[in-house]
């Protein structure tokens, strides 16, 4: 199973875009799914996440701009990003949390899925 993450581009400061993620096939169960970015010579940062029990969060330098939406059970995401800033410029990648079956599910054994991100570009 991979995470195919898409949407990204080039916008104006103040524009928007949406971010699309899915899980290439069906996934046993998903415990949470998120955003991360990376921006030129920082590390990788969570920007968003949401999770099988409806937490639904995000981080300061986003709140109130960036919007996490989608189905945790069919694993497929959305960051809609709004009022864009130069500053938001990076890769974003999209993360999740799984059990791939129910023999990890009843071990407890989590895996970890990445996406291959994708380029959003701030800039007039």
């Known amino acids: 199973v991979q995470l195919q993450a898409s949407g990204g581009g080039l916008v104006q400061p103040g524009g928007s875009l949406r971010l699309t993620c899915a899980a290439s096939a069906s996934i046993y169960r998903v415990v949470s799914m998120s955003w991360y970015r990376q921006g030129p010579g920082k590390q990788r940062e969570m920007v968003a996440r949401m999770t099988s029990d409806g937490t639904i969060d995000s981080t300061d330098p986003v709140k109130g701009r960036f919007i996490i939406s989608g189905d945790i059970t069919s694993a497929t995401v959305y960051l809609q990003l709004n009022a864009l800033e130069p500053e938001d410029t990076a890769v974003y990648y999209c993360?999740?949390?799984?059990?791939?079956?129910?023999?990890?599910?009843?071990?407890?054994?989590?895996?970890?899925?990445w996406g291959q991100g994708t380029l959003v570009t701030v800039s007039s």
């Open positions: 993360n999740s949390q799984i059990y791939a079956s129910l023999y990890d599910y009843r071990k407890h054994r989590l895996k970890e899925l």
